[in-house]
Nanobody
């Protein structure tokens, strides 16, 4: 089974930093893109940042000056460096990936279980 496993969430004071990582594993031929979505309490899930295997980035305006996304294709891992965190960044952060499985020609989308990021004021 393809799995996305996140790590690095936690509690931090406003202005602090956190680093998230997510590794994809399983019967994967190639990864097209990986990234992060987030969902705050009572809100819809929204894109934070995604990156393709060739480095093209789509990042939300609300975080683009504070968050940095990167990918290590050899490790099938995506990273999110979050700085100058604000209370409004508090959310569950979900890893996302668009990839090609060994047993399917079409691209498939997968989600991690999520990691909580809490920013206190």
């Amino acid at each position: 089974q393809v799995q996305l496993v996140e790590s690095g969430g936690g509690l931090v004071q406003a202005g602090g930093s956190l680093n998230l990582s997510c590794v994809a594993s399983g019967p994967i031929v190639s990864i097209n893109a990986m990234g992060w979505y987030r969902q705050a309490p009572g809100q819809q899930r929204e894109l934070a940042a995604i990156i393709t295997s060739v480095g093209a980035i789509n990042i939300a305006d609300s975080v683009k000056d504070r968050f940095t996304i990167s990918i290590d294709n050899r490790k099938s891992t995506v990273y999110l460096q979050m700085t100058s965190l604000k209370p409004e960044d508090t959310a569950v952060y979900y890893c996302w990936s668009e990839l090609r499985r060994i047993d399917l020609f079409e691209l498939s989308t997968y989600w991690g279980h999520g990691t909580q990021v809490t920013v206190s004021s």
